[in-house]
């Protein structure tokens, strides 16, 4: 476990980490623990557009994702919330320094094993590969390894947890 910073005013949760990571399942049962709010940033922009993430990554392509990815994160104004991001939201300095003003961001730290266990197929869940179709998970992971690290506030490692072991892990982070 890592920490960054300890602001007060920041009474929002922010999950960035890798797709596979937990972070929408994670973040639904963080926020039954901290009795917060819970908004899954992917479904947001799911609902804004009326398609799956995987059709707006054919019909915009990576680069007019990630700006549409921005553009909707950039807007998001809570409290009390536990937000997971897509796991693309580190492509955008602008979306991030938004989700740092209003929220601790929290890392969700797993190893590339553990990830490629869990992802048998990444290329058909509507992850965004900068490099185009041939770029491999382990490309993947060490391209956004260090921007996940430069956004994180607080870092937790949640290999070999549960869901809900990991889910506590965070609430005791952030104490």
């Known amino acids: 476990m890592k920490e960054k910073c300890n602001q007060p005013g920041k009474d929002n949760i922010i999950l960035i980490g890798m797709p596979g990571a937990g972070k929408s399942t994670l973040g639904i049962v963080l926020a039954k623990i901290l009795n917060y709010n819970f908004v899954d940033a992917d479904l947001v922009i799911q609902n804004q557009c009326d398609k799956t993430l995987q059709k707006l990554l054919d019909a ?45 961001v929290v890392y969700l730290k797993i190893s590339f094993e553990q990830l490629r266990d869990r992802l048998c197929d990444f290329q058909d869940r509507g992850v965004v590969l900068r490099n185009g179709i041939s770029m491999s998970l382990r490309e993947l992971y060490d391209e956004r390894l260090p921007l996940y690290e430069m956004y994180a506030d607080v870092t937790v490692d949640v290999n070999d947890l549960s869901i809900t072991a990991a889910a506590r892990k965070v609430a005791s982070a952030l104490q």
Do not use: W
């Not at 796991?87 to 991030?96: C, I, N, R």
């Open 60 to 104: 915009c392509g990576p680069d007019g994702f990630i700006e549409m990815e921005n553009q909707v994160l950039s807007d998001m104004e809570f409290e009390r919330t536990v937000v997971a991001t897509g796991g693309s939201a580190v492509y955008s300095d602008k979306a991030m320094r938004h989700l740092s003003s209003i929220g601790r």
